[in-house]
Every structure is written in C-alpha cells, then in structure tokens.
C-alpha cells in the first residue's frame, strides 16, 4: 500500500533583502523551506552557522530558534514555501535533512520560481485556490523529493535530465498548436531555458526550437492531405495565425510551398493514403 503524507500549504514569499538585514533569532510557528535566488548570507540553526549562496536553500523548523541574516556586500535574494502537518518532518527526513544538517542544493534557481508563479496564480475562489494550493504543494514535494533523492543515488544522475526532456517532448505534443518558446517550455517545466536546451539537444540531437518547427509541419503534412481545409486552416491549426509566415517555414522544411506540396501527393491504389510519420 503507497504512504499517504499529511502536509497543508500555509504561504509562499519572495524578499529582496537589504545589505546586512536580519531575521532573528527567532522561531517560525510552520516548517519553511528556504530558496536563495542570488547572493549570500548567514542562516543559524541550533547553536551551527551556515554561509550559503546562490543555487542553495534551507529548511526552517518550528519552534527552533534560528537567525537569517543578508550579506553586507552581496545580500541574497531568497524565496520561501511555509507547509505544516503531521508528516512534514518525515518528508524533509526523506530528502536527507534535519536539525543538525538543514542545508540542500538546487542547481536550477527556475525550477523554484516556477512554484511560486503558480502559487501566485492559484486564484481567489476560496474552494477551488484551497484544492489548487494544496495541488501544487504535492507537486512540489514529488519533484523536490525526487531531485534530492536522486542527488544521493550518483547511479541515477543522467534519470532526471531524461524526465526534463521527456516531460518537454509530451508538453510540445499536447500544445504545439499554441504560442510557445523555450523560454515557456522552460518556465512550465521549472528549469532554466539554457539548461533546457543543453539536454534537450544531448539527447536528441536537435535543439528545442528546431524539434517544434518539425513536429508542427509534420502535423501540416498530415492535414494537408485533407482536401477540405485550405492552407490558412492548416496554418491556423498548427499554431500560425499569419499564412505567408506558415507558408515560408513550411518551405524552408520541405523545400515545397503548401500548395505545391499538396499538389505534389500522389493518391495510391484503393484511395488510402500512407500517414506521414511524425518526430
């Protein structure tokens, strides 16, 4: 039987800190997990010091005495996530941290704030922003956890850029019809757009921008063959709203215009015509 974990969304921030400015000592009344963005400073927990920088974060406990405190030349910027519940504790267990070693590493700064954004978005009805908030708290967890673990499995080390490409390869699939760019692609899936790139084209041997124009004009090829939409439904239906620019890429693809490359197909024995097979 899978584990249920008992954890509740409490709020979410982002602070660009003041040289020298402080927090603390003090405690925090729910479990925080602290992103640094840029920059540097001190966290104190349970009488240990801690400098960090950017690309790290920090767990905060309950009722734990503790201090946050900016640098004086370089403050950091830094996020946070407040959560409560009864399995709090154990999840931050799980990803290898505790009172005596609160400290983690997160090398894509983006794939935290794309968290934020949609907690930032999850809406004002009080029903459906509870149901949301709770949503992308889970979410978050499953890939903070994975990610953590994976870092402590050097075996494991090449899995989570293939989840990267994959989950990209499945968002172009499902919204290649729609305006998107690397920059969207990279901000949905929560890593920064020049990483994305870098292992997107180690396993595929195209870049992100180059492997959408061919999906989309693949799909062209497809609807073309439908004697009944004219070029500018194609155009539309793959996500061109200007037919003289579809018209253009669809050419520097297949060398054909689309009404050439229509005119070109030839239909076979018995009226079936072979599906041109997508990337």
Known sequence: METQYNIAYCYHGKQNCPPGFCWGPGIKEQYKLMFIHEGKGRYSLNG???ELGKGQGFAVYPDMRCCMKADETEPWVYSWIAFEGEDAGELLNLAGLDIDAPVFRCDQPA?????????????????????????ILYRFFTDWLGGMLENRNPDKSSSAKERYV??????????????????????????????????????????????????????????LELRNLSVADVSRSIGYSDPLLFSKMFKKVTGLSPTHYRNSLQEPPGGIRKKTECL
């Open 111 to 135: 794939w935290f704030d794309a968290y934020l954004h949609e907690f930032d978005a999850a809406g004002n009805n009080k029903l459906v922003r509870g149901l949301a908030l709770k949503s």
């Open 166 to 223: 994959n989950q990209t390869l499945e968002y172009i699939a499902m919204n290649y019809f729609s305006h998107i760019g690397i920059s969207e692609l990279a901000r949905m899936i929560g890593i920064d757009r020049v990483y994305l790139s870098t292992i997107f084209k180690e396993k595929m041997n195209i870049s992100p921008q180059a492997y959408l124009l061919q999906f989309r004009m693949n799909k062209a090829r497809e609807l």
């Open 48 to 50: 240990r010091e801690y």
